[in-house]
């Protein structure tokens, strides 16, 4: 079964610092990757997705992120964080049903980031 | 262009009574994945509907039970609540014939007394 690896429960980083939050994930078939945001008290925002080309994909707010297949990995980086980023980032991997074409997301447990000034 | 719509945003209920909550999902699209997510967790999947059809579920007990409508929205039931069934339920809407990501709306708090 798909699964998705969120190392770290928690990333503190001063403003202005850079910040790489780890996502791994298991999958025996063709992915689709996402990282979502929360903000307190609100829903999840889409930051980036991968699904096929480049493996470099840029998303909002600065937010980067690579996707490795060798490593299975799809790591979110931002060269310079703001206080405003403190949220819940969430790395997700979509899985397809191979008979219906259905897809749903599998989430990670999250990475709280912490920016202070 | 209005997103995904989901009410209410809180509610309080107490154990073993039933809970229906909506969503509609953002315009253009048909699908519609309810999520749960416990505080400290990544929301898990229940379900997901398509043409008034529930499609896939997750691994959740049949106290779970969902609709959905003609105009796409859609309403997700929990019956028997039990204190666990606290959480945070997020609705997501998709376009079926397409790649595109889930939308999610801002979610429901259910808490249970």
């Known amino acids: 079964a798909q699964s998705v690896t969120q190392l770290d429960s928690q990333v503190p980083v001063f403003e202005e610092a850079p910040v790489e939050l780890r996502c791994n994930y298991s999958s025996s078939v063709s992915v689709y990757l996402f990282w979502y945001v929360q903000y307190p008290n609100q829903g999840l925002q889409l930051l980036l997705k991968y699904l096929s080309g480049s493996t470099l994909v840029k998303g909002i707010n600065g937010f980067e992120a690579e996707f490795n297949k060798s490593q299975t990995s799809f790591h979110l980086r931002k060269p310079s964080v703001h206080i405003s980023d403190t949220a819940e980032y969430f790395c997700?991997?979509?899985?397809?049903?191979?008979?219906?074409?259905?897809?749903?997301?599998?989430f990670g447990t999250g990475t709280r980031l912490l920016v202070s000034p | 262009d209005a997103g995904v719509t989901q009410s209410p945003t809180h509610l309080i209920k107490t154990r073993g009574q039933q809970v229906t909550l909506r969503c509609s999902p953002k315009s253009g699209h048909d699908t519609v994945s309810w999520y749960q997510q416990a505080l400290g967790q990544g929301p898990q999947f229940i379900f997901q509907y398509y043409e008034e059809e529930e499609r896939q579920r997750g691994n959740f007990p049949d106290r779970f039970s969902g609709h959905q409508f003609p105009n796409y929205s859609s309403e997700l039931n929990v019956n028997a609540l039990l204190l666990g069934d606290s959480a945070l339920y997020l609705c997501a809407s998709s376009a079926r014939q397409s790649n595109q990501p889930q939308h999610f709306g801002d979610g429901t708090r259910l808490s249970i007394l």
């Open positions: 997700a991997v979509s899985v397809k049903t191979l008979n219906t074409g259905f897809q749903k997301l599998v």
